[in-house]
């Protein structure tokens, strides 16, 4: 395939309009009026240009559960939705918890060539909250991994989270830690409340979440080390990050597209697509965390992409599993659920799904504005469009999404990968090398 091109009038975040050249990789140029022979041209008439999309909570599944996805399906996913760069979750089988692992991961993205894959290594063995995983391996490997998490499951020891923190301010890392007081959330199935009560269903309650994160500011303060937290998904949560960060505290916090645009009031029909951890939440706190996105409260939006294969979900809400995929739709969403709001122009939703993220997880060759010399990492996004949701759109394995059969706006309609297409005229490339 041809390895020069040229995309024409394309919008950048900032509402100005420019040529893109892209050559071996990198952005040669970006004017207007560009011209190159030999170059494959792109007209991008009313599309924007946004820099790649970075997410730092992808579940890729592999090693372990290829069934629900791999790191090939999963990187397909990520390239569909408009990403160039992935933090792959270390809740596999064996778990990223060694040097081996992230390797392994790491060599697993390098092959499937659809977006940079980055492994989070976890804080314990084995998931298992009792004893530091290799943390130093795991930074000093071939990985470099950055950013460590027990995603799934909270590191609830204050010892083991201390040591934690401590232990990674050696090389600048980050602690993502999935906030949930696991005594407070015992067979919990949706968020406690009125709606919990009616519904018979155990209630996971907001305290829960903010308690552990009140503890772990206060611990990263303790310290003097970096905090991320997780899919934060209550109004108190948004108060404490808040306060934390009025003090001066190293944290950071993530929201997930699902907890932006959807509510509890969906679990009403026992429709387990809406089954995710932390559970949908009121219609209060969706609006918090829209205003704590706007006003930086919120770092960044992760998607949280959690593939299951059918059977998971297509039983008693009870049994189901939680999590739902969201790579593919996360950037339509987040323009539903706060572009078309006016509470996030282009510009903060570049920086949100893409430059804040890849800095807090260390990550270079992303996350940066689209500009001549930089690495040619970007989406083409038609803002225009509106599509309703079908299971043929969703390019991972994972079909637990809770937006088929909704309509959204915008689609994807090309997306660059060190400076290659893996997704042009909104169709996934299917040989990268061709
Ligand atoms: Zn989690």
């Known amino acids: 395939m041809n390895t020069r091109f040229l995309v024409v009038g394309a919008t950048l975040a900032d509402g100005t309009r420019a040529d893109l050249l892209v050559t071996n990789g990198r952005i040669e140029h970006v004017g207007n009026?560009?011209?190159?022979?030999?170059?494959?041209?792109?007209?991008?008439?009313?599309?924007?240009?946004?820099?790649?999309?970075v997410d730092l909570h992808t579940h890729l599944r592999e090693p372990g559960f290829e069934d629900s996805e791999t790191v090939l399906t999963g990187t397909r996913a990520a390239a569909a939705g408009g990403f160039t760069a992935v933090f792959a979750m270390a809740n596999t089988a064996p778990v990223a918890d060694t040097a081996g692992v992230v390797e392994q991961v790491l060599s697993l993205g390098d092959s499937a060539g659809y977006a940079t894959v980055r492994p989070i290594g976890a804080v314990t063995k084995g998931l298992?909250?009792?004893?530091?995983?290799?943390?130093?391996?795991?930074?000093?490997?071939?990985?470099?991994?950055?950013?460590?998490?027990?995603?799934?499951?909270?590191?609830?020891?204050?010892?083991?989270m201390r040591r934690a923190l401590e232990y990674v301010k050696a090389f600048n890392g980050v602690i993502a830690q999935h906030a949930q007081e696991p005594r407070l959330t015992v067979g919990a199935q949706m968020n406690e409340g009125a709606l919990s009560g009616r519904l018979g269903l155990t209630g996971w309650p907001a305290v829960a979440e903010e308690s552990i994160i009140a503890r772990d500011v206060l611990l990263a303060e303790h310290v003097g080390s970096r905090l991320h937290v997780c899919h934060v998904s209550t109004a108190g949560s948004v108060d404490v990050i808040r306060w934390a960060k009025a003090r001066g505290i190293s944290v950071t916090a993530e929201v997930t597209p699902h907890h932006l645009l959807l509510t509890e009031g969906l679990v009403a029909g026992y429709d387990a697509r809406y089954k995710v951890?932390?559970?949908?939440?009121?219609?209060?706190?969706?609006?918090?965390?829209?205003?704590a996105l706007a006003d930086g409260t919120i770092d960044i939006v992760?998607?949280?992409?959690?593939?299951?294969?059918?059977?998971?979900?297509?039983?008693?809400?009870?049994?189901?599993?939680?999590?739902?995929?969201?790579?593919?739709?996360?950037?339509?969403?987040?323009?539903?659920?706060?572009?078309?709001?006016?509470?996030?122009?282009?510009?903060?939703?570049?920086?949100?799904?893409?430059?804040?993220?890849?800095?807090?997880?260390?990550l270079s060759g992303h996350g940066q504005p689209i500009a001549a010399g930089a690495?040619?990492?970007?989406?083409?996004?038609?803002?225009?469009?509106?599509?309703?949701?079908?299971?043929?759109?969703?390019?991972?394995?994972?079909?637990?999404?809770?937006?088929?059969?909704?309509?959204?706006?915008?689609?994807?309609?090309?997306?660059?990968?060190?400076?290659?297409?893996t997704v042009l005229d909104g169709t996934l490339v299917e040989d990268l090398n061709g």
């Not at 009121?282 to 918090?288: G, I, P, Q, S, W």
Request: net charge negative.
């Open 33 to 53: 009026g560009l011209s190159a022979t030999g170059a494959t041209q792109i007209d991008a008439d009313g599309l924007l240009a946004l820099p790649g999309l």
């Open 128 to 160: 298992a909250g009792e004893q530091l995983a290799e943390l130093g391996a795991m930074a000093t490997s071939r990985a470099q991994v950055r950013v460590f998490s027990d995603d799934g499951m909270c590191v609830f020891d204050p010892l083991l």
């Open 277 to 291: 951890n932390p559970p949908l939440r009121r219609n209060e706190d969706v609006h918090a965390l829209r205003a």
């Open 302 to 362: 992760a998607t949280d992409h959690a593939p299951h294969p059918a059977e998971a979900k297509d039983c008693e809400w009870d049994a189901a599993a939680n999590g739902m995929v969201g790579l593919e739709t996360a950037l339509s969403v987040v323009h539903a659920a706060v572009v078309e709001s006016g509470q996030l122009n282009w510009a903060d939703v570049a920086r949100v799904l893409s430059y804040t993220p890849a800095a807090i997880g260390s």
């Open 375 to 421: 690495p040619a990492q970007f989406t083409l996004y038609d803002p225009s469009a509106s599509h309703s949701v079908t299971a043929a759109d969703l390019a991972g394995k994972g079909t637990n999404s809770p937006y088929i059969g909704r309509t959204l706006p915008g689609a994807i309609v090309a997306t660059f990968h060190g400076g290659r297409p």
